[in-house]
């Protein structure tokens, strides 16, 4: 009996041994920030940029508005790789925050917006924006703080939990080429979207171009610049932003 004991242990370690290896190899494999996205982190005339453990903050240095963009990265993501969108975002007067999340992963963090409101008294609006799994994730954390909430933006991304009966305004956007969040992923949620939610397609655009972390296996490629979906993204978004 004992023996059986000793071996049913042994064979537990091992499995969790596996397990916690593969969980390591899995999360070190992640897309870093590339070089527009590092330069992007320096202030300048327009903004200035807090780089801290858990988020980088991109605070407007003039005509700044009482309305904050909390950004959740996609999966397995640098933080940094959205800083060009953030930083675009702020030169137009909108403070916003990039959250950092444990492995790179929003599922372990998507209570993180807390801290930042928190941090931003001066903020009184707020609008929760994420790519991809952060898009979900994102999505997620406004369905359960309502009153926290004015907009959700879903950047190749779509509700996983119900925000149909939502009273926020939502905005998505996606590119046409998109291989990892299709058109068919968007039908197929559609019933999910807050009831006033604008859909966006960029012709050309795909899924990796929302941020600055080269390419991501698995999407097409896009046959418009990085540049250019970026800029229609950050129109679009200073569109919906006016409308709340």
Not at 212 to 240: C, H, P
Request: hydrophobic letters at 40%; glycine letters at 8%.
């Amino acid at each position: 009996m004992e023996s059986k004991k000793k071996y049913v242990l042994i064979t537990l370690l091992a499995v969790l041994i596996i397990a916690v290896t593969g969980f390591i190899y899995y999360v070190s494999d992640y897309y870093p920030a590339d070089n527009a996205a590092r330069a992007a982190l320096s202030s300048n005339t327009s903004y200035t940029v807090e780089n801290t453990d858990d988020s980088i903050t991109f605070t407007p240095t003039g005509n700044q508005s009482i309305t904050g963009i909390i950004i959740y990265p996609g999966g397995k993501v640098e933080a940094e790789s959205y800083s060009v969108l953030a930083s675009r975002l702020a030169a137009n007067g909108y403070t916003t925050i990039i959250v950092k999340m444990p492995f790179n992963l929003a599922i372990f963090g998507v209570n993180k917006a807390d801290k930042v409101m928190v941090s931003h008294p001066e903020i009184t609006s707020w609008v929760m924006a994420g790519h991809s799994l952060g898009g979900v994730l994102a999505s997620d954390y406004a369905v359960n703080h309502p009153e926290k909430i004015k907009g959700v933006i879903y950047l190749a991304a779509y509700p996983a939990a119900n925000a149909s009966n939502a009273t926020f305004k939502a905005l998505s956007i996606r590119g046409s080429q998109d291989a990892l969040t299709t058109s068919g992923d968007i039908t197929a949620n559609l019933n999910k979207f807050p009831a006033n939610t604008t859909f966006v397609t960029i012709s050309g655009g795909n899924h990796y171009n929302v941020g600055d972390y080269g390419v991501q296996a698995g999407d097409n490629n896009g046959t418009i610049t990085r540049q250019q979906q970026q800029s229609e993204t950050v129109n679009y978004i200073l569109q919906f932003l006016k409308s709340l």
